[in-house]
T-cell receptor, first 110, second 113 residues
């Protein structure tokens, strides 16, 4: 079993739909990152969370430490949101190692 | 633009060869991280340097080595290359060690033939 599980693996949506991507992890963490990787390959950090909720534009990320679960929501999705979204966790114990999920491939159609 | 610069963007080489990937972190960032992304393994953490010193090590092969120089740029050296080393190699930087947002470079795509 992977220490970081994402669901779904693939997601297609129509423009304007509300999208949710989930991340569950099995280790104690100090922080969780949501990353976006576009088809060209570059990676952009969207959020870093250790508790609660963060919002940036149409993106919202939440984390529940007790349940070891995080969600990334995209409101009013747009074709330019098409990318792979990757969840990564930083172990709690004094380390900067990141453990990555396998990613969720999102395609938004006009 | 993340402010992190990686060179080269693409590299094609043969098995058994040695290559060096270079990373310049964002201005002011002291930590540099190296990651490997292959088709079958996804993203994996390789190694981290903070202000010139190694701070954390992940799944880095003995054939691979890295260092961070006084000007804070970092190099990842890959030697005795094998076909399976073909991957995207990402560098990221952050201000500190245990907290803070990560800023990723565009990656170096290595193809070993």
């Amino acid at each position: 079993k992977n220490e970081v599980e994402q669901s779904p693996q693939n997601l297609t949506a129509q423009e304007g739909e509300f999208i949710t991507i989930n991340c569950s992890y099995s280790v104690g963490i100090s922080a969780l990152h949501w990353l976006q990787q576009h088809p060209g390959g570059g990676i952009v950090s969207l959020f870093m969370l250790s508790s609660g909720k963060k919002k940036h534009g149409r993106l919202i990320a939440t984390i529940n430490i007790q349940e070891k679960h995080s969600s990334l929501h995209i409101t009013a999705s747009h074709p330019r949101d098409s990318a792979v979204y990757i969840c990564a966790v930083r172990w709690r114990v004094n380390t900067d190692k990141l453990i990555f999920g396998t990613g969720t491939r999102l395609q938004v159609f006009p | 633009d993340s402010g992190v610069t990686q060179t080269p963007k693409h590299l094609i080489t043969a098995t058994g060869q040695r290559v060096t990937l270079r990373c310049s972190p964002r201005s002011g960032d002291l930590s540099v991280y190296w990651y490997q992304q292959s088709l079958d393994q996804g993203l994996q953490f390789l190694i981290q340097y903070y202000n010139g010193e190694e701070r954390a090590k992940g799944n880095i092969l003995e054939r691979f080595s890295a260092q961070q120089f006084p000007d804070l740029h970092s190099e990842l050296n890959l030697s005795s290359l094998e076909l399976g080393d073909s991957a995207l190699y990402f560098c990221a930087s952050s201000v500190g060690t245990h907290t803070g947002e990560l800023f990723f470079g565009e990656g170096s795509r290595l193809t070993v033939l």
